[in-house]
Structures are given as structure tokens and as C-alpha cells.
């Protein structure tokens, strides 16, 4: 006789219609920290879709390790379809690993050197037009940061700072949009409200600008980019063949949305912290002055940034920009010890994970010496998710790693930035978990050299 599989529990205060969008619009971190208390599967209900939230590192992992079983789909998924078609981070499981296979030769080690030259200079002319004692909103800024480093890298710096603007406002409207659609009813996305006009024209502006560029770039030299290695790659398992035109633009638009908001969060947030834990930033100082003297940092200084590479960690810890990413279940299947059915949507958040008590002592704390490896107090390799896991992890993880630490070793080294009182640095809803406005005061450090802090 085979046993029954117990109910999954449903997270408390559901509304008709609505679902758990209450507590997910009044407080979404909070809500994921509390769901753990009612199982390691709890069904909650966004919007009109009932969906399994995983609150267990281990069920996590073998969800993200089972690709075939649990496909990327589910309403997230399905809104950045219409933007990112079927594209590296949206096709099903069925495509995906021959696009895999044609995309990570732009991602090859040997690549990072050139890429991180190419994102100094851009993490320079932003920094380097701070001057002491001005107030800058910081998510603006990051934003700048992440969006030239990687049109520099992606196009070699072949789009002018022009058309670069629109670019990234598009991307940035795009990933507003998506989040909103994901919780409406499907006839109100079709409404003409301002919203929905935004991100429309903000789609077709953006994949008409990229199609130009890629189509340009076809017949043009090898520059060295990361387009450059998209048009160049073959499959040997797919008879020599490359990635159709549709494919390049979608994996082109896919990389400017999953890189340029997530990693000016990561610094936005980083940067937060530290101005709330002024001894961490004097540690810093001390590293970032004894290794770089002034001077810009290169790649090859990156393993001597060891407090800024825990630093970086520790905030994607407590604030991974993906927050939560949802799969679609292909077949029935169990898990944990319940049944659940093909067809079941299934969200998996990095956030919940990262904030569970049985993994993490104390893990609302700010403690980039957790990762201290003499410190043992390291978590188990899948309770730290930020890049998500399994094959579908992030193709950009390393990427994202050496810009961001390549971008806080500078701004360490030259600038110090305040906070300012009365700021509310509580992130809304949105598709990537940041604050959209964080202002702070730049305040010069005493060793910074003439040559990057210009007035
Ligand atoms: C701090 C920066 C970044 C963070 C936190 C981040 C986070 C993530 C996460 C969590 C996933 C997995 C999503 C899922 O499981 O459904 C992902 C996938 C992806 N990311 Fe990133 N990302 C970052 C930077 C980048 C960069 C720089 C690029 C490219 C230039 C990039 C391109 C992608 C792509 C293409 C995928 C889909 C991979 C696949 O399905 O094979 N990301 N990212």
C-alpha cells in the first residue's frame, strides 16, 4: 500500500482574487523570511497563480540540479518571454544546452583579463566625475557603472554614450514591466494604461537598436567583445552551427537585462552597507590603500582584495538582486516527501535561503568575515545562491564578480560615501531587490590621486 503524500501548506492570509499580494506589496522580504515557519514547501498565491515556494537549501538544490523535471516557466518566466524570447535565460530545458554551449566561449577565463581592462576606464570617467563633497544618487550612478562596463565589453564600446541612455532606460523599463505583468490578470496587461505603453515601446525601441547593431557587427572584423564571441561560436554537436540572428539578439537583450541592474544593485547595496558599519569601511580602506596606493585596480589584483571579494559576498547574501526566480514542473513528480504535480509552478529565492537561522548564525548581521576561510564558519556550498545553481546557473557569475569588486576597490580608494539622514533605503517590489533611490554624500579620501579624482 503506498502512503498518501501529506498536503503542502499554504501561507496564511490568502485574499480571493489576489492571493498573497497584500503581504508581497506591504513588506515582500518579510513575507519570505516568515515562510520557512510553516513548512520546507509552502503554496502561496501570486496573483492569480498558485505557486510552491522552496524554504529548504537541500530541496532548493535538487529543484536547481533537475532541470529536465523543473524547466524554467511559471508567470515570471513566461512575461520575460515576450521580452527575452527564447533567449539563453528563458528557453525551456529542450534548447537549452546547445545555446549554452554557443554562449559560454564568451565567458572562457581567458577572456576576463580583456574585460576587465575594458570596464576600468568606464568605472573611472564615472567616479572620476564625483567630486568632493557632491551628493550623488547611487543607484544612478552604479547603474552607469554596470551599463557602459558592459557595452564596452559586449560591443567594444562601439555604441556612442548617446544611444547608450535609451539603451539602459529600456532595459530598466523592461524589468519594471515584467515584475508588474507577472501579478496582473492577463486582460489588464493589454489595457493602454501609461505602464503598459512604457513597456511596450521600451521592447520594440530595444530589440530594433539591438537587431541593428548585431546585424552591423555580422560582417565586421573580430573585435575581441563579447558579441564578437557570439557571432564566432559553433556547436560541433549541432554540425558547426552558430546561433541564428533571432538567437543573438535575444541572448544580446537577455545579457543587458540580467547584468546591468543586478550588478548596480549589488554595488548600490554595498555601498550602503559599509556607511553602516564604519569599521568594516576602515578595514577596507587600510586594504584597498595597501594594495592599489592609489592607482586604479586591475585584474590581476583581484585575489589581494580579499575584504572586498568577502564584501561582495556578504552582500549578495543579504541582498542577492534575484531575489526569487520561478520553474515549471514537467512532469509529476515528488519532492521532499509531498507529490507535485506536472504543471505546478515552483519559486525558488535566494533571499529566503540566505536568511534561513539553521544555515546562516545570525543572518540579518552584516558579517562579510563569515567567508573568512579561517573562520570555518562557511555554509554549506548550496545555502549560497545569488547566481542560482545547476545548469541553468549564472553564465555571468564571474563576470559580475570582477566588475563589482574591480568597481568597489576603486570607489574605496578614492571616495569615502556618507549617508545622508532621512533616507528610506527599504527596496519596493520590483523584479530586482534594490533601493531605486539611495543618496549619499562623496567625500575625497585623503590618498587620492590627482589623476582620477578630478574636481
Ligand atoms: C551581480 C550580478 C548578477 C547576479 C546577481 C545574477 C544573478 C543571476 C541568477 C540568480 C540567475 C539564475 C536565474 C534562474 O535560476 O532562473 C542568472 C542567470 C543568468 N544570468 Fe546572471 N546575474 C548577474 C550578472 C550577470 C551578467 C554580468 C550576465 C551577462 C553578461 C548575466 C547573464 C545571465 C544569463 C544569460 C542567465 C541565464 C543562464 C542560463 O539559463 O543558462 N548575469 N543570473
Sequence with gaps: MTMKAPAIPTAPKSIPLIGH???????????????????????????????????????????????????????????????????????????????????????????????????????????????????VDVPAEMLKITSRGLMATLLSGAISA??????????AAIIKGLYRRMLMLPPLDRLPTSGNRAYKHAHSRLSQTVERLAAERRTGADEGDLLSALLAARDPENNGQGLSDAEITDTIITFIIASTETGAATLTWALHLLAQHPEIEHRLHAEVDSVLAGRLPTYSDIPRLELVGRIITETLRLYPPGWFFTRTVNTDTRLGGHSIPAGATMLYSAYLIHHRENVYA????????????????QPPRHAFIPFGGGARKCIGDTFGTIEATLALAAIASRWRLAPLPGQNVRPPLGGVLWPRQLRMRVEARPNATESTARQ
Design 21 to 135: 499580494l497584500v503581504p508581497l506589496i506591504r513588506d515582500p522580504l518579510a513575507f519570505l523570511r516568515s515562510l520557512p515557519t510553516h513548512g520546507d514547501l509552502v503554496q502561496i498565491r501570486l496573483g492569480t497563480s498558485k505557486v510552491i515556494v522552496l524554504c529548504d537549501p537541500e530541496l532548493t538544490r535538487q529543484v536547481l540540479h533537475d532541470d529536465r523535471t523543473f524547466d524554467k516557466g511559471g508567470p515570471l518566466i513566461d512575461r520575460a518571454r515576450e521580452v527575452l524570447g527564447n533567449g539563453l535565460a528563458t528557453c525551456p530545458h529542450s534548447e537549452h544546452r546547445r545555446q549554452r554551449r554557443l554562449a559560454q566561449p564568451a565567458f572562457h577565463p581567458t577572456r576576463f583579463h580583456g574585460y576587465a581592462n575594458a570596464m576600468v576606464p568606464c568605472i573611472d570617467e564615472v567616479i572620476g566625475s564625483w567630486w568632493d563633497g557632491r551628493t
Design 162 to 171: 548617446s544611444a547608450l541612455g535609451p539603451l539602459v532606460d529600456d532595459g
Design 362 to 377: 545570525n543572518p540579518a548581521k552584516f558579517d562579510p568575515d563569515r567567508w573568512d576561510p579561517e573562520r570555518n564558519t
